[in-house]
């Protein structure tokens, strides 16, 4: 079978303006270089479509530079080795790698990782170990300082993080675990993983939401959300709690900078410490927690759900209903 | 001579709304109880004024418990033992205590600690020896988790813990100390006290000035004031940057609950830490604090400042222009 020689990706036509749209993206086919040496040609069969991305869509200095206008989206991808001229690696591997938003991707074997995929599914790369699992749980051990006898809240529990961080907890000795979502069936499902309580935002006033949830307060709150979301959590929160900001998705599309938490300054008296950060920080922790929740996988005491779509040509409107909540776990786009 | 049978007391009259005014505060006189076994009777000869009394004038639920009506208040002053039925306590002896807002106290001597005004003035045990001395190392030291090579910006820079924490700072090998304060008068006694650089937050945007003053952005942040200056800390801040919440004078006032920062989510990409604290926190940081900032105080490597006020009457409009920041360093009220 001959090898591809060019590829279909996805391009940013135009910077969202609050919420993105269809037009906002566009699929175009392109030239593949020829492979050097030490590179590998990966057709992909799953792409990731993440909350982060979003920032990536504004022109603005961040902690990863902003995506470009006319050039192709990237983000986490698995696929499988079709060519190699990198050592190591040969044709039929699945590698781990960067260049998602296209069917075929050329880059350096050194940009790529193999990884197993008998005893675990393409996309788990993706979300449970990838990314998304580190972010669960270097954020609630390191960044949360989280302790056995803790009691945890985390907003948007449904997604590919939350949904971790209240299981790792739970695995962990929290002595209660609260997460909160969107809708009535994701509510539903966050009891089917064990969480203690869960609350659909959507129901009322968040604040009043987590105190019936969490009657008496909570030590760790883990964001994604932001917001209404994380005033409540301050609101709730017993002395000397930790706040690991992860995320603040109800802000991602907005226009206006928000009005933050009103009640900031009660961290002073409650003595709360708040951390922000990004995964990349923790990439030490990445043996422990394989360690740690890689038996919890095997034995399936963790459980882990994936929204997918099918095709290139709809990631676009994975991206965007992922922003609005459409889905439960990790969202992926399969591309095989 | 025979000893006081009545004392002079400030009592909360009724609770501010907004600012602070005369007629919240009410002088009264009252008859002291007898002397009991274990007691000192003690001649107060200063008292503290502090910002967090205002919150104790709110009868809201917090770290310490709220001023009652028609009660007395109570705070920081140093004063003379004229009678002691307590062990380890003669008549003569100076005595640290917290039943400030009076002319004469009654207390147990277990809640007295002596103190040496022989090398040290009474006042100096209010402010740079005492609270507030404690307040800006361990605030520094312990929730700013400061280290030598830092760049460290504090508001409310000319005030008691302000110009400490610049102090200990620069001494403590900081790369740069930038400070603001309310007045071109104040600025200038921070460039006098070392700061490298020292604004008025009046002369325009708070976050154009920090700016200016610390072009390379900075590692730390000591809020005093919060609002717009805890902002301003966060678009300056380098990454991995520090926070530490001690006070937010700016919205004591307040009357409806304040919009926070703008700009909180840049703390996930910033990695960035932020921890509110009380010093009652860091009580075992106690003689770290002695042992190094007391060598720097004998040797004049640090200065304090006092805006003393005279006469237990004045003692609220102290507190008043206390919160206005009429002071500069340590607001005091003499009582001898």
Known sequence: MSLPTQTREIVLASRPNGAPTPDNFRLVERDLPA?????????????SVDPYMRGRMNDVKSYVPPFQIDQPLDGGAVGTVIASRAEGFAEGDSVLHGLGWRDVAVLPGARASKVDTADFSDSAYLGVLGMPGLTAYAGLMAAAEFKAGDAVFVSGAAGAVGSLVGQIARLSGASRVVGSAGSAEKVARLKDLGFDAAFNYRDGAVRDLLKQAAPEGIDVYFDNVGADHLEAAISSMKLDGRIAMCGAIAQYNATEPACAPRNLTLLIGK????????????????QEFRQTVGPWLADGSITWDETVREGLDNAPQAFIDLLAGANTGKMIVRLD
Do not use: A, C, H, P
Not at 35 to 47: C, K, S
Not at 274 to 283: A, D, E, L, Q
């Open 271 to 286: 003595r709360i410490t708040m951390r922000g950060f990004i995964v990349s920080k923790y990439n030490d922790l990445q």
């Open 35 to 47: 492979l050097q040496d030490g590179e590998i040609l990966v057709r992909n069969t799953v792409m």
